[in-house]
């Protein structure tokens, strides 16, 4: 029987990309986050940067800023409302740019539902849905590598 059903691959499937930058100053930041934009033109963005509050008022307001201060003592966020998104029913991409853990990206990743989480290989993070060798410094080809993959899933 010949199958005439469209097949959509994932990277078609999925209208939301999340990016999430650890350890890095504004240059990296920014950069990380007009390379992002570039390959994934056609999709919603969202860039959460963990960091200092004053990438906050450099990098522009359609980037979430988070540091230990967004937590309160019980470790619950502080604002839930920018956070909303991340617990929506719609299907998402998670790209992580960042090769060590802390706990306040453990607590970020958690927060994230109906999520494939996408990011280096490493033996210093936690395993993700979607991981691929590259080394941490080469951002663009890990964008090259998850752009490829996700169209022929």
């Known amino acids: 029987m010949i199958d005439t059903k469209i097949k959509l691959s994932l990277f078609e499937r999925v209208d939301d990309f999340y990016f999430v930058i650890a350890d890095c100053d504004y240059s990296k930041a920014n950069k990380l986050i007009s390379l992002s934009r570039d390959y994934f ?3 919603g ?3 959460i940067v ?3 509050e004053e990438l906050s008022q450099k990098l522009g307001g359609e980037v979430i800023v988070m540091n230990k201060k967004s ?3 019980f470790g619950k966020w502080k604002s839930p409302d920018e ?3 991340l617990a929506s029913e719609r299907k ?3 790209v992580h740019f960042y090769t060590e853990n802390n706990k306040l990206v453990n607590k970020l990743m958690n927060s994230f539902e109906h999520a494939i989480h996408v990011g280096y290989s490493n033996e210093k993070l936690t395993n993700f849905d979607i991981s691929f060798r590259i080394s941490d410094s080469n951002e663009k080809q890990l964008l090259d590598q998850i752009a490829k ?3 022929q899933l």
């Open 41 to 43: 033109k056609d999709k």
């Open 45 to 47: 963005h969202k860039f």
């Open 50 to 52: 963990i960091g200092e």
């Open 71 to 73: 937590l309160n003592f």
């Open 83 to 85: 956070l909303n998104s």
């Open 92 to 94: 998402k991409i998670v």
């Open 149 to 151: 993959y996700l169209k």
